[in-house]
T-cell receptor, first 113, second 114 residues
Framework: ETGVTQSPTHLIKTRGQQVTLRCSSQ?????VSWYQQALGQGPQFIFQ???????GRGNFPPRFSGLQFPNYSSELNVNALELDDSALYLC????????????FGNGTRLTVT | AQSVTQPDIHITVSEGASLELRCNYS??????LFWYVQSPGQGLQLLLK??????LVQGIKGFEAEFKRSQSSFNLRKPSVHWSDAAEYFC????????????FGTGTKLQVIP
């Protein structure tokens, strides 16, 4: 069973730039969720993708966007980066049922300077 | 809206001592409840989950948690802590219906001293 993998592991960007983070879901999982974890905080829900469509979104602006591909892998795109976007970005895969536990990757550490 | 409160930011215990991490949740219906553990620089690993049925649930690494509806609590326990248990622990509540939104608490950092 292949777990959730994320790339890259670390990334440094300048304010105003754009970034794309990638995630491969665990085999057999059809739902992908993205979370932002600031230093010393719990993960905050960004959005979730199911059947290649966004089906839920947290309190994040539209410059945070995503995609899910037919093989259930996913991308998180952030435009016009701000200093406060510096965080660990976690991808989690699951089945679509509400009680299906999230399986997390190790995250991408994004630093915006 | 669902929410989770973990009142203890840091806890220090001696190796071999018992452990209880507190978690209180707010949710209008029967919640899905989870405990996750995160080691430095890593993602989150599921320790255990509660959906329904027996209110005492067993998880991996010798952890257990008890769901108490009357107290809106889901505290995590371990009878004897090992040095390798040092990590950050997150309680989470999941919503049923619609999309699968899981809300996390702010975490409790566990330090284990010899």
């Amino acid at each position: 069973e292949t777990g959730v993998t994320q790339s890259p592991t670390h990334l440094i960007k300048t304010r105003g730039q754009q970034v794309t983070l990638r995630c491969s879901s665990q085999s057999g999982h059809n739902t992908v969720s993205w979370y932002q974890q600031a230093l010393g905080q719990g993960p905050q829900f960004i959005f979730q993708y199911y059947r290649e469509e966004e089906n839920g979104r947290g309190n994040f602006p539209p410059r945070f966007s995503g995609l899910q591909f037919p093989n259930y892998s996913s991308e998180l795109n952030v435009n016009a980066l701000e200093l406060d976007d510096s965080a660990l970005y976690l991808c989690a895969s699951s089945l679509e049922q509400g009680n299906s536990p999230l399986h997390f990757g190790n995250g991408t550490r994004l630093t915006v300077t | 809206a669902q929410s989770v409160t973990q009142p203890d930011i840091h806890i220090t215990v001696s190796e071999g001592a018992s452990l209880e991490l507190r978690c209180n949740y707010s949710y209008g219906a029967t919640p899905y409840l989870f405990w996750y553990v995160q080691s430095p620089g890593q993602g989150l690993q599921l320790l255990l989950k509660y959906f329904s049925g027996d209110t005492l649930v067993q998880g991996i690494k010798g952890f257990e948690a008890e769901f108490k509806r009357s107290q809106s609590s889901f505290n995590l326990r371990k009878p004897s802590v090992h040095w390798s248990d040092a990590a950050e622990y997150f309680c989470a509540v999941g919503a049923s219906g619609g999309y699968q939104k899981v809300t996390f608490g702010t975490g409790t950092k566990l330090q284990v001293i010899p």
